[in-house]
């Protein structure tokens, strides 16, 4: 992995999330990347980042005796300001400046979803242990060119960010483009849409149908009474016959199961057969393809739309299949977004360990 900077450099980085905090010392040596110590402490078990920052610090002095972090970056998910990042599934806040203050080295701190951005860039598209690419309908893979990247991650929630290149440098951005309107595209999603606006009140944002939040939410209405199996379209390998059939017992454990255990349920489920967790798969899949196609027509990501978050790498093979995302991503009314589509290239995120590398590559490009 390549970083924007060359000369030899320790970062301490940090990505916080709900459940772990994970830190490491990331060395910057001969134009690579490589973590040299690292240490996961738990985020509900502390009351600041202070304390752990400190039993880590500690450890790594004895680990590698010497080699002390120069800059400091750490990435969270959570309202990001200047100086603070107040945790959105934690019950505490992260301040910059009380970390310089104890540490003594400068502190960036960056959204969860901008450390990913930076590390995704990283990533050498001729390796398919890290990106995998998915093949147009006419059975090319355009290479990356010169211009924006898209990154758009499907994990718990909906992230969006986009990196641009800025003289010599590639700088990420974050966005709020996991709540823009659900990409509704035929009689089934509009339905979808339609049931969950009833149930919350508003129209319901991307978020909720392309995210692991959202495979559960497709997934009730699905074996709901506002489903209408005859609203099935030709996009979906499931008939108006095979989705009228009483649900099974793979679909009724996971209805049965607490709403955090169902996403992975639903697609176990899904790859055995199982024909409602199939098509609540394939309208994930169909509106994942949507929301990169409305984005790509947005940032024109010439360098690459990327599809990061676990979900996308554990379900390729559903990606895959019969061009399900591809046909649905190269979709469009204008014919000159069609032909731009079709040279975009699209990679699934294999290595998603990168938010660490991605934060010390954040605090190198923004120093």
């Known amino acids: 992995m390549k970083p924007s900077a060359q000369d030899h450099t320790v970062i301490l980085a940090g990505d916080i999330g709900g459940t772990n905090t994970n830190l490491a010392l990331v060395e910057i040596e001969h134009g690579h990347f490589s973590v040299i110590f690292k240490e996961r402490y738990s985020t509900q078990a502390e009351k600041s980042l202070i304390e752990p920052l400190g039993k880590f610090l500690e450890k790594a002095g004895k680990a590698v005796p010497g080699l002390k972090p120069e800059l400091c970056c750490i990435s969270a998910a959570g309202l990001v300001t200047a100086d603070s990042i107040e945790l959105t599934n934690a019950p505490w806040s992260i301040y910059g400046s009380a970390i310089t203050s104890t540490f003594g080295f400068p502190v960036r701190l960056i959204n969860d979803f901008t450390a990913v951005s930076y590390g995704v860039i990283l990533l050498d598209p001729s390796d398919p242990s890290q ?149 609540t798969m394939e309208i994930f899949v169909t509106m994942y393809a949507r929301t990169a196609s409305d984005l790509s027509a947005v940032f024109l990501p010439y360098s690459g739309v990327y599809l990061a978050g676990g979900i996308a790498s554990k379900n390729e093979s559903l990606f895959r299949e019969s061009n399900l995302f591809m046909r649905s991503y190269e979709t469009n009314y204008a014919r000159h977004i069609r032909e731009l589509l079709s040279k975009i290239p699209v990679m699934i995120v294999r290595d998603y360990s990168i938010s660490l590398i991605g934060a010390a590559n954040a605090a190198v490009s923004l120093a």
């Open 131 to 279: 990106l995998s690419p998915l093949t147009h309908l006419d059975g090319s893979l355009p290479p990356p060119r010169q211009g924006a990247s898209l990154v758009i991650g499907a994990g718990t929630g909906l992230g969006v960010g986009y990196v641009l290149p800025i003289g010599e440098r590639k700088l990420a951005f974050p966005s709020e483009g996991g709540h823009f309107g659900l990409p509704c595209h035929d009689a089934l999603s509009r339905d979808f849409a339609a049931w969950m606006q009833a149930r919350i009140g508003y129209p319901p944002g991307v978020e909720l149908g392309v995210s692991g939040q959202g495979i559960g939410n497709i997934f009730s209405f699905v074996c709901s009474e506002a489903f209408e199996p005859s609203r099935i379209g030709k996009n979906y390998s499931i008939d108006a016959i095979g989705a009228a059939r009483p649900i099974g017992p793979a679909a009724a454990a996971a209805l049965a199961a607490p709403e955090q255990d169902r996403p992975a349920l639903v697609a176990a489920a899904c790859a055995k057969g199982d024909p409602h967790c199939r098509l």
